[in-house]
């Protein structure tokens, strides 16, 4: 291939100039930005039939992006919040774009006419304890394959970790002793250390042993991994995703419980909200989770509330004369009400 068209010119120096040396961004983000630009790419690519070389700012414009967008969510069954974030990647390397190149500020222009997506304003999913636990009892522990999923899943449940945080853990980041513990890189470059519990400790030696039984907990090898070519290599996402939604189909079969669409996020707030529901302060649960701030983790403090509200309801004769009294608007707690009772305001 010869010299590098003016897009994936500044497609390269966005990646891996700007991003990791000016802008001082993690791996996690940079991977972020490079797989939104790749997924435009390849729409783009498909939809016109043409090479990716031949793809043009021109190709680019306010249009195709809304399709883009469309398709992530029909064809990917991307969440809102993903299409959004999307959005976000695309029209950051724009940004950048426009100010090494002139002639792109046009381009720019007709990207920062496609509107982000409404997210609807809805109580956190998460599974009940007994749907949890029917997908952790799914794998055949018989088999190597088979503990090794029950352990990912296990693991995935009780550290409260994203996806991309548990796939990029490393032995090096694990501690056993008298108060073990994983250290997470979460986003931004932040690393946030979580205890391990007893049975997550037991659960792990054992997977250590099975499945690293010659490496030292300095290694810099990754705790998950898959076997290509005789060589150890990361887990991606997507097998930690795939893997998780087939133990959630065998799961439903016999805990109706278990949502039809089971993904690792799921696992993250299901952990929370027993967290909460047992006592846990939203501060620690923060902290657990890696929130910049608290009130993103206000979400399992709604999620709580209106849990409680609709079991009230249920018990509550229709015509009880309590009924006009149990209104969503009556028991609904805001988020600044809320902080201002854990901050001491109130």
């Known amino acids: ?33 490079r797989k939104s630009l790749e997924l435009l790419f390849d729409f783009i690519k498909t939809k016109r039939n043409i090479s990716l070389s031949e793809i043009t700012f021109e190709m680019i414009d306010r249009n195709a992006v809304s399709e883009f967008l469309d398709y992530l969510e029909t064809e990917r069954n991307c969440s809102i919040s993903t299409r959004n974030h999307r959005l976000h990647c695309i029209r950051a390397f724009y940004k950048y774009a426009a100010q090494e190149d ?29 749907a949890v636990n029917a997908i952790l009892k799914q794998p055949d522990t018989f088999t190597e394959k088979g503990k090794r999923d029950a352990f990912l899943l296990l693991f995935l449940y009780k550290t409260g970790a994203r996806v991309q945080e548990l796939v990029d853990i490393r032995l090096c980041d694990i501690q056993l002793g008298r108060h073990p513990k994983v250290t997470i890189h979460g986003k931004g470059a932040k690393t946030r250390s979580i205890p391990l ?20 907990l300095f290694s810099e090898q990754h705790l998950f991994y898959v076997t290509r070519s005789r060589m150890k290599k990361r887990m991606t996402e997507d097998n930690v995703r795939q893997l998780v939604r087939k133990y959630g189909r065998q799961a439903r079969e016999i805990c109706k419980e278990v949502p039809e669409n089971v993904h690792p996020h799921l696992f993250r707030h299901s952990w929370a909200m027993i967290l909460y529901q047992n006592g ?6 923060s902290q657990w989770l890696g929130h910049s701030n608290l009130e993103t983790t206000l979400i399992y403090a709604h999620a709580d509330t209106e849990l409680k509200r609709k079991a009230l309801e249920q018990a509550v004769p229709d015509d009880s004369p309590l009924k006009e009294h149990l209104n969503a608007a009556r028991y609904k707690v805001s988020d600044e009400e809320l902080l201002k009772r854990l901050c001491g305001l109130k």
């Open 102 to 130: 002139i002639t792109v500020i046009s381009h720019l222009e007709e990207i920062q006419k496609v509107k982000k997506a409404k997210e609807p304003e809805t109580i956190v999913e998460h599974m009940s304890e007994d």
């Open 280 to 285: 846990v302060d939203l501060t620690l649960i």
């Open 1 to 33: 291939m010869g010299t590098l068209t003016p897009l994936f010119s500044l497609v390269h120096d966005f990646l891996l100039v700007s991003l990791p040396d000016e802008q001082k961004c993690s791996p996690n983000t940079i991977r972020s930005y």
């Open 197 to 216: 519990r007893d049975d997550v400790v037991q659960h792990l030696k054992q997977y250590l042993a099975l499945f690293h039984p010659e490496e030292h």
